[in-house]
């Protein structure tokens, strides 16, 4: 049994209304039993922190939270997830067989009605018409089913008994949002999947936005509230970045801008400044690393965040260009344990990727092309594959005939590769040199330049 407490990582909510005082805390425990587990790991997200169990002999856990309120929390066992909702004092039991992850789903004890309820919504949503069917549709229609398909989920709330008035409020408020963050995604959506060359919605199609405030700090016990927070910041920097004058500045440089022009309360400005450093610190380019760092140290975080973000900047000079490259010790696809002293005398390019990594498999195309340009030369292509199991690996890339070196990285986002090279998200691309020194440990995707720097490294001038 592992006992979590949700406040080792401040949240919103903490740096809101940190002065006021805290109810006591009661036992709450989330238990269960996996049939024919996928491994041992099981895993946690909740309050920003993402924590690991284990199960035991008899494929069993127990673990118990310390809440003050009701929490929504990930759930996760062999790269499956489901999103449960725990209230202190709740005693929940599920059981579930990974085979059929969804379908086998069950809760029993108490806060069952609620999550046996979200489960139920998870298989309903399949018969439903999905996200993708509705942002097809014209604008009209678009509305109209989206407003169809939210009455029908909250209508089956009756027919799991639920009488819990908060959860009910607390549902149909977070719909309300969800919905909200849908709309604002379809006209981009609906152009890109009809692979239109232009399309607008109406005129009038906004206004719905002009009654919103981004600012209203008593709606982020919502997660479709803080969507729509990240949504309404994403806008309006693409919106920056795609009319910008000079191709050289980055997107995060407008995100910045979008954080300072939407954000009015110091204590969210803060946070969001936060998550960006802490989330897509190794996607800044490294000329303005210190600029958005020093632009959220003026927002005056608490001293254990400052601690935490200049621990982890020491770490990213690890792995900094010119540096040894961190090694690993895989095995590949046909069974041989290799490492990095393997590839000595060659240029390396590495995938980092996972089989349910949409832009990671976007990339093999490309990838395929990549290994024909260089073929016979002096480069190794290693994909090294963070799926939670080697089965779907497997699966793919027989299925695919994927070229190049693959192999498998046990622990998934706690394997060696994820942590030495400190990967904030993938698909991940790593170039190292002939002597096995970083070349750009975030280096560009098969489907941008990288051809044409490997080249230049092979055929110095």
């Not at 790269?79 to 004092?89: A, C, F, N, V």
């Not at 601690?307 to 590949?332: C, H, L, T, W």
């Not at 560009?444 to 230049?456: F, T």
Request: net charge negative; glycine share 6%; aromatic share 12%.
């Amino acid at each position: 049994m592992k006992k979590l407490n949700n406040w080792a990582s401040l949240s919103i909510l903490v740096l809101l209304w940190a002065c006021e005082p805290q109810p006591e805390t009661v036992t709450t425990t989330i238990s269960g039993e996996i049939i024919n587990p996928i491994g041992e790991v099981i895993t946690f997200r909740f309050g920003g922190d993402r924590i690991t169990d284990t199960l035991d002999a008899d494929n069993k856990f127990s673990t118990t939270f310390d809440i003050t309120a009701p929490a929504d929390i990930v759930f996760g066992h062999g790269g499956e997830i489901t999103y449960l909702y725990l209230r202190p004092g709740d005693q929940l039991f599920l059981t579930l067989d990974p085979a059929e992850f969804d379908e086998s789903l069950t809760y029993s004890g108490t806060g069952a009605e609620i999550n046996n309820y979200k489960a139920a919504m998870v298989l309903l949503g399949d018969s439903l018409l999905s996200t993708r069917d509705l942002y097809m549709m014209p604008e009209e229609q678009f509305l109209v089913a989206l407003d169809s398909v939210s009455g029908i989920e909250l209508g089956y709330m009756s027919d799991f008994n639920i009488d819990d008035v908060a959860f009910i409020s607390y549902t149909r408020e977070n719909s309300k949002w969800s919905d909200i963050v849908t709309k604002m995604r379809y006209e981009g959506a609906h152009r890109s999947l009809l692979d239109l060359d232009s399309f607008s919605v109406s005129d009038a199609y906004y206004d719905f936005q002009l009654a919103l405030d981004v600012n209203d700090t008593t709606l982020l016990k919502y997660p479709a509230f803080r969507s729509y927070v990240d949504e309404s910041i994403e806008k309006e920097a693409s919106k920056g970045y795609y009319a910008r004058a000079d191709e050289s500045e980055d997107y995060y440089g407008f995100y910045v801008e979008a954080i300072n022009a939407l954000i009015k309360v110091p204590s969210l400005k803060e946070q969001l400044m936060y998550e960006l450093v802490s989330n897509s610190y190794s996607y800044f380019p490294i000329d303005k690393r210190a600029e958005v760092v020093a632009a959220w140290k003026a927002l005056n975080p608490y001293q254990e965040r400052v601690d935490e973000i200049d621990q982890m900047i020491a770490e990213f000079q690890k792995i900094e260009p010119g540096n040894p490259a961190p090694d690993f010790r895989y095995v590949s696809i046909e069974g041989d344990s290799l490492t990095m002293a393997d590839f000595r005398g060659q240029l390396v390019y590495i995938d980092v990727w996972a089989t349910w990594c949409g832009p990671c498999i976007a990339e093999h195309p490309h990838m395929e092309k990549l290994q024909q340009r260089f073929e016979g030369q002096d480069v190794a292509f290693i994909a090294v594959s963070t799926d939670s199991s080697p089965a779907p690996w497997r699966k793919m890339v027989s299925e695919r005939k994927l070229g190049g070196i693959h192999l498998y990285a046990p622990g998934a986002w706690e394997s060696t590769i994820i942590t030495d090279y400190l990967i904030q998200g993938i698909p991940r691309f790593i170039l190292i040199d002939r002597e096995g020194n970083i070349v750009d440990a975030n280096a560009a995707r098969p489907s941008g330049d990288i051809g044409d720097q490997i080249e230049a490294l092979l055929n110095p001038a």
